[in-house]
């Protein structure tokens, strides 16, 4: 979604720092809402229209998530956060804010990158690591993409419910 704490007009200033060193740079941005207008306009401001791409909404997802190379989710609320897990039920790397519950579904330098939420500074370091080190992300996505399928699985869950089920002895 294109709201204020998703982060994407904080994303655009870490690009536009970014594009000296890797020329050859692109933000796909999918969603849609309140934020597409200034988003727009901040691209243009930067002057780089021509590495944004504004794709709207998206379903199914999964496709564009495939073709990234990085999945980026700049939030500074997130109670939870789909794309970081739907990415790394790909094995696709992830990037994202140390923010509310992102931290349960990406261990920092294991299963992706956190970063402090609104620091651009920090984005901009981060982000360059990752693209100069492609192996080690999709590594960390490796591994990332086995805890999710762990986590959130359907089995995993069927058999989570039928434990607490069980245990608590209601249904039998």
Do not use: C
């Not at 655009?12 to 594009?19: F, G, P």
């Not at 200034?38 to 780089?48: D, F, K, Q, S």
């Not at 294991?110 to 981060?126: F, H, K, R, S, Y």
């Amino acid at each position: 979604m294109l709201r204020p704490e998703k982060g994407h007009l904080l994303l655009l200033d870490v690009l536009a720092q970014l594009l000296p060193r890797f020329p050859d740079l692109r933000y796909v941005i999918a969603g849609e809402g309140e934020q597409h207008a200034a988003i727009e306009r901040r691209v243009t401001e930067l002057g780089i229209s021509e590495h944004v791409y504004l794709a709207g909404m998206l379903q199914p997802v999964a496709p564009l998530l495939q073709r990234a190379q990085l999945v980026i989710m700049p939030s500074s609320i997130e109670p939870l956060g789909m794309a970081q897990i739907e990415a790394l039920s790909l094995g696709v790397a992830v990037v994202a804010s140390d923010v509310d519950g992102i931290p349960e579904t990406i261990v920092a330098d294991q299963t992706g990158l956190l970063v402090a939420p609104g620091n651009i500074a920090a984005w901009v370091d981060a982000l360059a690591w990752a693209l100069e080190h492609p192996e080690r992300m999709a590594a960390m996505a490796a591994v990332g993409q086995k805890q999710v399928m762990q986590q959130f699985s359907m089995e995993a869950n069927i058999e989570r419910f039928l434990a607490l089920v069980s245990n608590d002895g209601s249904a039998k």
